[in-house]
């Protein structure tokens, strides 16, 4: 599977933006797709992930950090994850990452870096102040 985000760049505080991330691969429908940030000098953290289907307990999560501000979803026809970015703080400013894994349905989880196998090469995102 590869992954190509898109849709980062600069924007005021307050601004919305909408970032994407493209999959290839012919089982894009069983994976849990997320998405993490890392800022200059910190850790890469996450900030979102979507499970495989409806109908799983918990099939959005999201950092405690942006609830309310950013919404993650898929269109699996075309294969994409979505992250909707509003109310953009300066301390968004990262790089953000894609990445995806086949969601045995077995884990609530999928909030954890380790527990993802593909990643993208990432999409800057610089909120000014």
């Known amino acids: 599977v590869q992954l190509a985000e898109s849709g980062g760049g600069l924007v005021p505080a307050g601004g919305s933006l909408r970032l994407s991330c493209v999959a290839s691969?012919?089982?894009?429908?069983?994976?849990?797709m997320g998405w993490f940030r890392q800022a200059p000098g910190k850790e890469r953290e996450f900030v979102a992930r979507?499970?495989?289907?409806?109908?799983?307990?918990?099939?959005?999560a999201y950092a405690d950090s942006v609830k309310g501000r950013f919404t993650i979803s898929r269109d699996n026809a075309k294969k994409t994850v979505y992250l909707q970015m509003n109310s953009l703080k300066a301390e968004d400013t990262a790089v953000y990452y894609c990445?995806?894994?086949?969601?045995?349905?077995?884990?609530?989880?999928?909030?954890?870096?380790?527990?993802?196998?593909?990643w993208g090469q990432g999409t800057q995102v610089t909120v000014s102040s």
């Open positions: 990445a995806a894994v086949p969601d045995s349905g077995s884990s609530n989880s999928y909030q954890l870096r380790w527990e993802y196998t593909y």
């Open positions: 691969g012919r089982t894009f429908n069983n994976y849990a």
């Open positions: 979507i499970r495989r289907s409806g109908g799983i307990t918990a099939y959005t």
